[in-house]
């Protein structure tokens, strides 16, 4: 009795079994830790932009829950190591008809006479099943390589979004900087202006300036009230766009929050680069072209997959199965077993198996020819980073200088404008160059900055630059 029990327990506890197995599984939840806390802060700066970004937006989380696909995915195929074992159970009651009954009777009075046969009656059935892939022409092997560069390859892919992820922050921040910086050089326009247009109103109301001086310094006034107040709709507008690629809620930041100011820091000297090195160190260890290796390694064992269809299959099975009728107090006469060891081999599929595996060749071909594409692709990106930072930095060394010596200018034509030695057109032309000179080193300082963070973001290092 007391095996009948035990059976019977882990019989029940193998139908109810979850269909993972034996194995416990914890699932991890993805959070936002390591986000900087918004309400604490007052000046954005890149770096935090970054980090904000990294924990914060949507599509890095998605990336990182195809990983976890990725790994759920290999540990499927390792499951095809394993033996399988399946339990069954049934219960059935059956009410034979007044002539089936008659027939079975008589029958078993043949043998008995004073047999009888219950209707109607409970049948029960219970039983136990292993089964073990021996060899399958080594496919278990390749799928469990497939899906490991399937895992590698996911991994890869969410670095690399992480990668195009802080480009992203990195241009939109800038065209961000650039956006108030050019407020503040429409405020100083305007502000300028307005002075002057408040001391030929005062002359003129002293009957020694005129009034086309006070008109001309009025329009100008209104004319960079305008530009102030398009680049405070293009600042938001940009804004909006970072506090979108940073994941904030709404896509809007807390009104408190500034950008750190635009401040010409870095190096005005063009430093030498070298580009070889730097080719070599992205083709090493750019996340996209590791991806795409993976995907060449994954269809290579692809291939082999389609190729085992071409070896014979060994299977070894065991079995266990009872019935009984009437109740369900299995004993041990009521069971049976079997054990068996079969082979399998497919000699005609209408070609299936060796389209299958021309199929998997040529895939292979097209990822090694998209991987040779986006090496070339790097190598480009790469030198054109490389020549976009030497100009930039040419560049900016010019319009430093530049802005300097259309200051003076200025400064010089106001003062002769003062004195009555230099015309009004004059002064204007003069203002205007400052104002175009001050926005072109604005520029010049985001075009730099921007042209390192895609020399980083080119050769792979910018998740390096973030964290320093």
Known sequence: ????????????????????????????????????????????????????????????????????????????????????????????????????????????????????????????????????????????????????????????????????????????????????????ISQADKTFNQKLFEEAKARRLLGSGSLSDEMNFEIRTNSAEIKLIRGEITYKSIMYGLAAVLGLPDATFPPHIQLAALEPKMSDQAEPVDTEGLIDFALQNRFDILRNDSALKATESEVEIARARFYPTVNLSASVDGSRTGDASFEQDDFGNAAGLSISYNLFSGGLDRAKLRETKEKRKETEKDLAAL????????????????????????????????????????????????????????????????????LSIVSLRKANFDLYASTGRILEKFEE
Do not use: C, H
């Open 1 to 184: 009795m007391m095996k009948q029990t035990a059976f019977l327990i882990l019989l029940v506890f193998l139908i109810l079994m979850p269909a993972g197995g034996f194995g416990f599984s914890k699932e991890t939840n993805e959070t936002a830790s390591g986000s900087p806390d918004l309400s604490k802060l007052s000046v954005l700066d890149l770096k935090t932009a970054g980090k904000i970004a990294l924990s914060r937006n949507p599509s890095l989380a998605a990336a990182r829950s195809r990983v976890q696909q990725a790994k759920a995915r290999l540990s499927q195929t390792r499951s095809a190591y394993w033996p399988r074992l399946d339990a069954t159970a049934s219960y059935s009651r059956i009410d034979l008809s007044g002539r089936t009954y008659a027939e079975n009777l008589a029958f078993a009075r043949i043998f008995d006479p004073a047999a009888t046969v219950d209707n109607p009656d409970d049948y029960y059935n219970a039983g136990l099943r292993a089964t073990w892939v021996l060899f399958d022409g080594f496919e278990r092997k390749f799928s469990n390589q497939a899906a490991l560069y399937g895992k590698e390859l996911s991994e890869f892919a969410s670095n690399d979004v992480k990668r195009l992820l802080l480009s992203s922050v990195a241009e939109t921040y800038f065209a961000a900087q650039l956006a108030a910086e050019s407020i503040k």
């Open 375 to 442: 090496k070339l692709d790097v190598i480009s990106e790469v030198r054109r980073a490389v020549e976009n930072l030497y100009l930039a930095q040419k560049e900016l060394v010019l319009q430093k200088s530049t802005v300097v010596l259309v200051q003076k200018n200025r400064n010089l034509v106001e003062m002769e404008y003062s004195a009555g030695q230099s015309s009004l057109v004059r002064l204007n032309e003069a203002q205007r160059d400052l104002i175009t000179a001050q926005s072109r080193l604005a």
